[in-house]
């Protein structure tokens, strides 16, 4: 069985509900860092310890939720072993795995909906790694190291 942890804030509290459910459904073991209610909470708090998670092999891949997506994702990304993408169609879902080899997906939730949630889970799980030409770009991308020199236009 694979475990996968989620997180949200208060924002994304009713749509992770949701979706706790459906990857129960699915025979996925869930995670849940919570929140565990719909009270304003800073998203920071859950994000920290879903990352933490995968950073020390507890669980292989994540789903982060807030209002916009963009406050978890910054926060994920602060993390050396997280790999944060902001999915908000099923196409980007499946790119920030294929190219990206991104480790948690975060969904912004009040901006979509749940079925829409769903379609995006399901690109994203079925989607591989690609490697090849993709694969120096997230090691590359964190440690900022032996950048290309780009001629000035």
């Known amino acids: 069985m694979i475990k996968i942890g989620i997180a949200s804030d208060h924002a994304g509290y009713e749509m992770k509900e949701f979706l ?6 699915m025979g996925y073991e ?3 860092f919570g929140t565990h209610s ?6 920071a708090d859950f994000a920290h310890p879903l990352a933490e998670a995968i950073e020390n092999g507890e669980l292989e891949r994540g789903i982060a ?4 997506g963009e406050g978890m994702t910054m926060t994920l990304n602060k993390h050396q072993g997280i790999r ?3 999915a908000w169609e099923p ?15 975060v969904f912004p939730a009040r901006f979509i909906t749940n079925d829409e949630a769903v379609a995006m889970l ?7 790694f690609e490697g090849g030409r993709h694969e120096h770009r997230p090691s590359h991308a964190r440690s900022g190291n032996d950048r290309p020199h780009v001629p000035d236009r």
Do not use: K
Not at 38 to 43: E, W
Not at 91 to 105: D, G, P, T
């Open 84 to 86: 944060a993408g902001l």
């Open 30 to 32: 869930v995670l849940d």
């Open 91 to 105: 196409e980007i879902a499946s790119l920030i795995r294929r190219h990206n080899n991104a480790n948690i997906i």
């Open 122 to 128: 399901d690109a994203y799980f079925a989607a591989q």
């Open 38 to 43: 719909p009270d304003s909470v800073d998203y």
């Open 65 to 68: 939720l807030c209002g916009s």
């Open 20 to 25: 706790v459910g459906y990857l129960d459904a």
